[in-house]
Antibody, heavy 118, light 110 residues
Framework: EVILAESGGGLAQPGESLRLSCLGSGFNFNMSWISWVRQAPGKGLEWVANINHIGSETYYVDSVKGRFTISKDNTKNSVFLQMDSLRVDDTAVYFC???????????WGQGALVTVSS | VMTQSPRSLSVTLGQPASISCWSSQSLVHGNGNTYLHWFQQRPGQSPRRLIDQVSMRDSGVPERFSGSGSGTFFTLKISKVEAEDVAVYYCMQGVAWPHTFGQGTKLEIK
């Protein structure tokens, strides 16, 4: 069974940092692209970032470039999203998903809530 | 930019439903494939992929769901709406970075 589990969410003040983790199991993690997608309260889905199977290629939505960093550790079956200089509008549930190719997320985690508020 | 229509849909059980999705650019890659996908998000749940690359239905997705289209215009159809179809439906383009979702279409039962 494919499982993706996010952790690391919580409350941060504007300007602070948080690090999300996505632990994968039940599939060949070493060969998989992983994406992060977020959903602000009551809003739609927004693609945030993704990383290729070996961690050598990364892509970001413009609104997080320079503030968020996605990384992958295949020895730990994990992908991380380091979120720096957090803003109030980063408040959202963050989902990680296995990207089967070209943005097509075939498995999703349950989500991690990030709240940025003073 | 991905645009969906309608933004909300109220359908009688057993009746068909159709959701449209437009892209501001062609979603056909140079390799000939079209990277437009459809996702369903039921209330309180994580999203789930329904359709991969325009028309390939995922395993376990009922046959009443179908996807079609080409270039910049795509459609998700439900042949006969059931109660479990209450959800928000999103199209998403994966041909270019950043990948982008449509605004979503909320399906309700009339």
């Amino acid at each position: 069974e494919v499982i993706l589990a996010e952790s690391g969410g919580g409350l941060a003040q504007p300007g602070e940092s948080l690090r999300l983790s996505c632990l994968g199991s039940g599939f060949n993690f070493n060969m998989s692209w992983i994406s992060w997608v977020r959903q602000a309260p009551g809003k739609g889905l927004e693609w945030v970032a993704n990383i290729n199977h070996i961690g050598s290629e990364t892509y970001y939505v413009d609104s997080v470039k320079g503030r968020f960093t996605i990384s992958k550790d295949n020895t730990k079956n994990s992908v991380f999203l380091q979120m720096d200089s957090l803003r109030v509008d980063d408040t959202a549930v963050y989902f990680c998903g296995r990207d089967s190719g070209w943005g097509s997320l075939d498995y999703w985690g349950q989500g991690a809530l990030v709240t940025v508020s003073s | 930019v991905m645009t969906q229509s309608p933004r909300s849909l109220s359908v009688t059980l057993g009746q068909p439903a159709s959701i449209s999705c437009w892209s501001s650019q062609s979603l056909v890659h140079g390799n000939g494939n079209t990277y437009l996908h459809w996702f369903q998000q039921r209330p309180g749940q994580s999203p789930r992929r329904l359709i991969d690359q325009v028309s390939m239905r995922d395993s376990g997705v009922p046959e009443r769901f179908s996807g079609s289209g080409s270039g910049t215009f795509f459609t998700l159809k439900i042949s006969k709406v059931e109660a479990e179809d209450v959800a928000v439906y999103y199209c998403m383009q994966g041909v270019a970075w950043p990948h982008t979702f449509g605004q979503g279409t909320k399906l309700e039962i009339k």
